[in-house]
């Protein structure tokens, strides 16, 4: 029987290794890039607050071959408006 804890550990120690695999741009958008950049890959007049996220946005990706549909959000904070997650 694996112990609780011992389970903890082992995901913990995974996480970095897993984090380190995952892609950083799909569809052409990239984590990080300003939205300004991607004024013709984002369908702008979608634009909407996320709930309980004051300091995001999310906007609709426009159709693109080989995705049926996707999210991109991005902060709205002092920074810039840099992408922050892709969906």
């Known amino acids: ?3 609780p804890m011992a389970l903890f550990a ?3 120690l995974a996480a970095p290794a897993a984090a380190a695999d ?7 958008v990239r984590l ?7 004024s013709g890959r984002l369908l702008m007049d979608t634009v909407l ?4 996220a004051e300091t995001m946005k999310e ?5 693109t071959p080989g ?7 991005f902060g709205t904070c002092a920074i810039g408006r840099k992408v922050a997650r892709i969906e």
């Open 49 to 52: 607050p996320v709930r309980y």
């Open 10 to 12: 082992v995901l913990l």
């Open 59 to 63: 906007v609709e990706l426009a159709p």
């Open 22 to 28: 995952a892609p950083g741009e799909v569809a052409g």
């Open 67 to 73: 995705f049926k549909s996707g999210l991109v959000y």
């Open 1 to 3: 029987m694996i112990r």
């Open 32 to 38: 990080g890039r300003e939205v300004g950049e991607l």
